[in-house]
């Protein structure tokens, strides 16, 4: 799959529920690998919409629904940790977030 085929695939939770659509990756610069997929939720025509980093590691593609299904809750959606302004080059905010959403890091 092309990284611009991502981009607006829609996120659902496991009971059905549109959590929200891909907004863009984030690859770790040094391993190449995928370490979150930046989710935007929430909002009316575009309004009020929030975005926040999912591991990569919580989402599943079901091509049945053409889009990912996730076990993350709103709830956990809701109380993730906060992001920093380099949320994206700390490694604290890294490792909180990987255990708020009960996923073994990217690299390990």
């Known amino acids: 799959m092309s990284s611009s085929d ?3 695939t829609q996120v659902f939770s496991r009971n059905g529920d549109l959590l929200g659509q891909i907004d863009h990756l984030m690859i770790d610069k040094a391993s190449g690998q995928v370490a979150y997929a930046v ?3 929430g909002g009316f025509l575009g309004l009020g919409t929030g975005t926040y980093p999912l591991p990569w590691k919580t989402l599943g593609y079901e091509s049945g629904i053409g889009g990912f299904v996730t076990d ?6 809701t109380g993730a940790p906060a ?13 909180r977030s990987y255990a708020h959403f ?3 890091p990217y690299w390990r």
Do not use: N
Request: avoid cysteine; charged fraction near 25%; glycine fraction near 8%.
């Open 6 to 8: 991502i981009r607006g």
């Open 39 to 41: 989710m935007s939720f």
């Open 72 to 77: 993350v809750t709103h709830r956990q959606l």
């Open 83 to 95: 992001l920093t302004e380099f949320w994206f080059d700390d490694l604290d905010y890294a490792r």
């Open 102 to 104: 009960g996923v073994a």
